[in-house]
């Protein structure tokens, strides 16, 4: 009996040359991702991770060896620079683009690495929290505890008071003035126009004009300009760099501020709290304090900069990874103190939404 041999046909044959010339030729390219997208996956590796975890907050790396800061290593990973271990979100330190006006600076120059891995955990975590509910019409209530240290007519060393309350109503839409209000002095109306007199020659009696406010900018925020910010941490990082120029002293300082000032005074939409977090990783001399306290003594760990003597304490929750408030703290021996002494302190309790200026906002606990 013959063996049966099959027969070739022309598909076969067509067949099996593409398979040959497919082993010759490379693999087709992977385009990059894009800045934008590369963000989103983050933000959404960090969603699945407090779905899965424990009370749904990051807990931060503890440190492996003693120092000031966090003795951590790096883990990178492509594409999606994030890894999620036990709940834990570690992030390799953001790149700073090559055309940006900052181009990239060496480790030295940077801010730590424990700084950037704290400082994106609460990038992540803030991207991943619920948007400001406050309507157009309405206001963006924030209820925070303060004190700042003040030195006597003899000029002593500074004294810092016991801490106590400040609410601020912003102008959802910023068509509205607003309203600070710190018990033991009067209201302060935010935001409007200032009453001025005019003389048109002497011995005329004196018109009362009106003084417009300065527009909204990085140091004179409103919440609808907050909500406009730019999402792009490289760009948002120039802008308030371009915003806070016309101050003297250390620039990367001012930039370091302004951005404090932005997160414990307004109400930004979750991207704008994740860029400036983000760009605040970007400014050199950024490091990191194992332990911290807020002025409602609530304990956690600090980003922090040092200028001049004096330095500026971010402190964040360090299950949630959520902003708690700053310090800013002497680290040499001036007139104003010895090193160590608290110069401020504040506390964010609470940020929510309310319908009109000195009303407290519905169900919330805030004369607590």
Known sequence: MNAFTPRTTHADADDLLRSELAEL??????????????????????????EAGDGGGIRPVRATRPRRGFGRGWIAAPAVACAVVAGVVVLAPPETPAGSSRGRVSAGESASADAVRVLSGAALAAAAAPAPDAGPGGYVYIRSLVAYAGRGAD????ALPPAHQREVWLSADGSRPGLLREPGVADSTLGAELPVYEIDHRGAAPRKTGLA????SVTNPTHAYVATLPTD??????????????????????????????LAETWAPPKVTAALYEAAARIPGVTVLPSAKDAAGR???????????????????????????????LTEDTSAGRAGTVLGVSAVLVKAAAGATGELPEGADVRG
């Open 25 to 50: 030729l490379p693999p087709p390219p992977v385009p990059d991702l894009t800045q934008e997208r590369e963000r989103h996956l983050r933000y959404a590796v960090l969603r699945t991770a407090l």
């Open 299 to 329: 304990e956690g760990v600090a980003v922090a900069r040092t200028s001049h003597g004096e330095q500026t304490q971010w402190v964040f929750d360090r299950r949630t990874s959520a902003f708690l408030g700053e310090r800013t703290v």
């Open 155 to 158: 000029g002593g060393p500074a």
């Open 213 to 216: 406010t300065a527009p909204p």
């Open 233 to 262: 941490p490289d760009v948002l990082l120039r802008l308030v760099e371009d915003g806070t120029r016309a101050g003297g002293g250390d620039a990367d300082q001012r930039a370091f501020s302004a951005i404090g000032t932005l």
